[in-house]
């Protein structure tokens, strides 16, 4: 009788790790469709799943490294109080998967685009336009990116932890 319970045992854990594992590639699935998609890019909901990720600001730097990203992420949201011209710069290292850099103005406008950046990218945002997001979309990327502001005076920067 206690091997019989044993063996039940087994199979249910067995099946449950099964289950679990299957409704996590579905998920990521699902994020990995996002890259390809504008509207959910846009959107002010993110979609995303990813693993083994950190995130880090200081005096309005930025930085973030994950494994395993799929989907849509704000990481700043930006508002000018002068209507000039502002430089945010970016160093990526992409490692494995595809990855977008995007800029998204208050009408749901993509005004700035990078797809696979490699290197120092630089991204000339008009400060009339605001507020603005930031968002790095992803395909089961591993990566790490830094950021930098020109120019802090007259610029709110929120980052997204």
């Given at each position: 009788?206690k091997i019989?319970r044993?063996?039940?045992?087994?199979?249910?854990?067995?099946?449950?790790?099964i289950?679990?594992?299957?409704?996590c590639?579905?998920?990521?699935?699902e994020?990995?469709?996002v890259?390809?998609?504008?509207?959910?890019?846009?959107?002010?909901?993110?979609?995303y799943?990813?693993?083994?990720?950190?995130k880090?600001s200081?005096?309005?730097?930025?930085s973030?490294?994950?494994?395993?990203?799929?989907?849509s992420?704000?990481?700043?949201r930006?508002?000018?109080?002068?209507?000039?011209e502002?430089?945010?710069?970016?160093?990526?290292?992409?490692?494995?998967?595809?990855l977008?850099?995007?800029?998204?103005?208050?009408e749901?406008?993509?005004t700035?685009t990078?797809?696979?950046?490699?290197?120092?990218?630089?991204?000339k945002?008009?400060?009339?336009?605001?507020?603005?997001?930031?968002k790095?979309?992803?395909?089961?990327?591993k990566?790490?990116?830094?950021?930098?502001f020109q120019?802090?005076?007259?610029?709110k920067l929120?980052?997204?932890?």
């Amino acid at each position: 009788m206690k091997i019989y319970r044993k063996i039940v045992l087994i199979i249910a854990c067995g099946c449950m790790l099964i289950i679990n594992l299957n409704g996590c590639g579905k998920i990521n699935e699902e994020a990995n469709k996002v890259y390809y998609n504008n509207d959910k890019i846009v959107s002010d909901e993110d979609t995303y799943y990813m693993s083994n990720s950190i995130k880090k600001s200081r005096n309005n730097n930025y930085s973030f490294k994950a494994s395993n990203f799929s989907g849509s992420n704000t990481i700043a949201r930006i508002t000018f109080s002068s209507p000039k011209e502002y430089v945010m710069n970016f160093s990526v290292k992409i490692q494995e998967g595809e990855l977008k850099l995007v800029v998204v103005d208050n009408e749901k406008n993509i005004t700035f685009t990078s797809e696979n950046p490699s290197g120092n990218v630089s991204c000339k945002i008009d400060g009339a336009n605001g507020p603005y997001r930031v968002k790095l979309v992803g395909k089961n990327a591993k990566f790490q990116i830094t950021s930098t502001f020109q120019d802090m005076e007259n610029v709110k920067l929120d980052i997204l932890e």
